[in-house]
């Protein structure tokens, strides 16, 4: 399985986990806890994440070293469990994946797919992808909104808009935010259906993934698009599913 498919194959399993699977453990069926002195707690931010039921971690089966079989073992020094081959005895690290994703803006509408790849066909959600190595965060951004729209920006010219811890299935999420002037041409790339800018009410009217996960925080976001009023949020996804969303707000000093 490429990267590629390896991550649709998560944004799918989250999106499908936000609207018709249900599961006892789903943080989408956790309603968003109230305000907490200063922090606010609330469910999701502009993109909403669920941990993946049944999610454990990266599966290798052969060492990079020598191709022989590898196992898990614990790692004293470490205290956790590795990937260990079992003929030359190599360790394996793994490391979280990002992801990047940007939500392009045209006055008060949003740039969203429709995704052509089961599972979730058909559910919308922003550009988003992998980081491939020898980018930034924000060409990377770019790459994956160019790949999936045929929309292009320029990368200096991104803002950050959040970002997102989800410890449960290995990955950090940067999104960022741009403003276009005028409605682009769109070209729906190989994994998308169907793109398209939505505004506040068309959203809801959608199938939107992760549906279940935003709370307030997709009016949040559009009501930060009106005011011109932006804040970055920090998020963090809870390490397991059933566990709830923890998200702070840096609110941006607008230039006077
Ligand atoms: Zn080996």
Redesign the pocket.
């Known amino acids: 399985m490429t990267r590629r498919r390896l991550l649709h194959r998560t944004i799918g399993a989250i999106a499908a986990q936000g609207s018709a699977v249900r599961s006892p453990r789903s943080l989408s069926d956790l309603d968003p806890p109230p305000p907490n002195e200063g922090i606010w707690l609330v469910a999701g931010g502009v993109m909403g994440i669920a941990v993946s039921a049944g999610y454990d971690h990266a599966l290798m089966k052969y060492?990079n070293?020598?191709?022989?079989a590898?196992a898990r073992r614990w790692i004293d020094q470490d205290e956790r469990e590795r990937y260990v081959?079992l003929?030359?005895?190599?360790v394996h690290y793994e490391n979280p994946r990002v992801i990047v994703s940007c939500i392009v803006c045209v006055g008060d509408k949003i740039l969203m797919c429709r995704r052509a790849h089961e599972p979730a066909r058909g559910q919308w959600a922003p550009p988003a992808g992998f980081l491939e190595c020898g980018e930034t965060l924000q060409q990377g951004a770019a790459r994956e909104t160019y790949e999936e729209t045929g929309v292009t920006i320029d990368p200096d010219r991104l803002d950050l808009s959040g970002v997102i811890n989800i410890p449960g299935i290995d990955q950090i999420l940067v999104t960022f935010r741009i403003d276009l002037e005028t409605p682009p041409v769109l070209r729906p790339g190989g994994e998308c259906l169907e793109v398209t800018f939505l505004s506040e009410h068309e959203v809801p009217e959608r199938d939107f993934a992760w549906r279940r996960l935003l709370g307030p925080a997709p009016a949040r976001f559009f009501n930060e698009l009106r005011s011109r009023d932006f804040s970055i949020n920090l998020i963090t996804v809870g390490p397991s599913a059933g566990v709830g969303f923890s998200e702070r707000y840096y609110k941006i000093q607008r230039r006077p």
């Open positions: 060492c070293e020598c191709g022989a590898v081959c003929s030359c005895g190599a």
